[in-house]
């Protein structure tokens, strides 16, 4: 089984700075996907960034980049240069080679974005 | 660049009715999943089909059963509705194989479904 945890119900960060979003993992499989997504309040699912378990440099994608600790089993977001319109909520998430592709997310971290 | 489209965007039924739910994966798309979320709830898995075969199996209720069809598009079946069954029903489509690749799953903007 492969479980997600977020800690952080929700997260402020005021406009301009940047801000870290923790996610642990847990699964046993050695391979492994790890995923970033944004749900603003209108309810879309927007893929922001992709880990995988053999990749060995961390992800990036404009303003946003994974931390990816293996030794840890975290793989926390961080986004430089914080913009209003990254007020949302923020689902980590994984796949394994024994769940296949089906996503299993973590509760989600609420980021308000303060002018 | 095309999306994954899905309709209807908001839906409300009453209990016991029956809702069809239908997902159009991005081009050359060959595999489709769902997703239901809950208020205030993540996403968790429901199916998902690979070259119109049910490739996945997570916690989908008897009473829905989902089919991909030849054109890839794939239709969610939800019979005898209940009040739970109130949630936001996502579409995502990737490429490559099932079980053997991590492609990114990009989610469609979700069906809105409210059962009174």
């Known amino acids: 089984a492969q479980k997600i945890t977020q800690t952080q119900p929700g997260m402020f960060v005021q406009e301009k700075e940047a801000v870290t979003l923790d996610c642990t993992y847990d699964?046993?499989?050695?391979?492994?996907?790890l995923f970033w997504y944004k749900q603003p309040s209108s309810g879309e699912m927007i893929f922001l960034i992709y880990?995988?378990?053999?990749?060995?440099q961390n992800a990036t994608e404009g303003r946003y980049s994974l931390n990816f600790q293996k030794a840890r089993k975290s793989a926390n977001l961080v986004i430089s240069a914080s913009q209003l319109g990254d007020s949302a909520m923020y689902f980590c998430?994984?796949?394994?080679?024994?769940?296949?592709?089906?996503?299993?997310f973590g509760e989600g971290t609420q980021l308000t974005v303060n002018p | 660049a095309a999306g994954v489209i899905q309709s209807p965007r908001h839906l409300i039924k009453e209990k016991r009715e029956t809702a069809t739910l239908k997902c159009y994966p991005i081009?050359?798309?060959?595999?489709v999943y769902w997703y239901q979320q809950g208020p205030g709830q993540d996403p968790q898995f429901l199916i998902s089909?690979?070259?119109?075969?049910?490739?996945d199996k997570g916690s989908i209720p008897d009473r829905f059963s989902a089919q991909q069809f030849s054109d890839y598009h794939s239709e969610l079946n939800m019979s005898s509705l209940e009040l739970g069954d109130s949630a936001l029903y996502f579409c995502?489509?990737?490429?490559?194989?099932?079980?053997?690749?991590?492609?990114?799953?990009?989610f469609g903007p979700g069906t809105r479904l409210t059962v009174l």
């Open positions: 998430a994984m796949c394994s080679e024994t769940s296949g592709s089906r996503l299993t």
């Open positions: 699964t046993s499989d050695p391979s492994y996907g």
């Open positions: 081009p050359r798309h060959d595999t």
């Open positions: 089909f690979y070259e119109k075969m049910q490739s």
């Open positions: 880990q995988g378990s053999y990749d060995q």
């Open positions: 995502a489509s990737s490429t490559g194989v099932p079980l053997e690749s991590y492609n990114e799953q990009f």
